[in-house]
């Protein structure tokens, strides 16, 4: 089974700051699809943004993008500005096509004010 | 409002004492699958299903049942838990392969 790994159990970052969260996987696949989640304390696993292997742009949705490198088997998430409602676990997960959904231990972010 | 729900979103219970957690959704999907997250573990998929009648094994699957006979319902059964089936258990579901998965709300098991 394909594996992803969170090296980072907990980040902290103050608030409008900048942050990185690390994720890398092991695949020997070529098509594949790669998430982050966001989970709360409301524990609600809420997706923040999805990037196709395929495509070689990294995606971006509002103040959080990724930085996507396929060689590597690298995905990280940045998120500008942080804000005080960023407080949360955030999971990486991989999607194969064939409908398994593989995440990570999770990254805890603190904000701080 | 398109959403998966879950029922009961707090459950406690004997070992042994069969249980049903129901999963519903209202986007027509084709893909639905079982979660259970544990501390430190994240979240692990316990079975999963492409479409009605066709269901199988996630990494986790020992110990659980699931059905699926119409599209919108995926239950997922203990017939007999035990305490290491303490969990906070999700529903997923997702139109096809690479697009999102919605989640439901949750559901905390204790089986004491």
Redo the contacts between chains.
């Keep these: 089974?394909q594996t992803?790994t969170q090296s980072q159990p907990e980040m902290s970052v103050q608030e409008a700051e900048t942050v990185t969260l690390s994720c890398t996987y092991d695949t020997s696949e070529s098509d594949y699809?790669l998430?982050w989640y966001k989970q709360p304390p409301s524990?609600?696993?809420?997706?923040v943004i999805?990037q196709?292997a395929y495509k070689q742009q990294n995606a971006t949705e509002n103040r959080f993008s990724v930085n996507f490198q396929k060689a590597a088997k690298s995905f990280s998430l940045k998120i500008s500005d942080s804000q005080l409602g960023d407080a949360a676990m955030y999971?990486c997960?991989y999607?194969s096509?064939?409908?398994?959904?593989?995440?990570?231990?999770?990254t805890s972010l603190l904000v701080t004010p | 409002e398109a959403q998966v729900t879950q029922n009961p979103r707090y459950l406690i219970t004997v070992t042994g004492k069969k249980l049903t957690v129901t999963c519903s959704q209202n986007m027509n999907h084709e893909?639905m699958?079982w979660?259970r997250q544990d501390p430190?573990?994240?979240?692990?998929?316990i079975y999963?299903s492409?479409n009605v009648e066709v269901t199988?094994k996630?990494?986790v699957p020992e110990g659980y049942k699931v059905s699926r006979k119409e599209k919108r319902n995926f239950p997922l059964i203990l017939e007999s838990p035990s305490p290491n089936q303490t969990s906070?258990y999700?529903c997923?579901s997702s139109l096809v392969?690479?697009y999102?998965?919605y989640?439901g709300?949750?559901t905390r098991l204790t089986v004491t």
């Design positions: 089974a992803v699809y998430f524990r609600q696993m809420i997706l999805r196709e999971f997960a999607r096509n064939w409908y398994a959904l593989n995440f990570g231990k999770g | 893909y699958s979660y430190g573990l994240g979240l692990r998929q999963y492409m199988d996630g990494d906070l999700f997923a392969p690479g999102e998965q989640f709300p949750g």
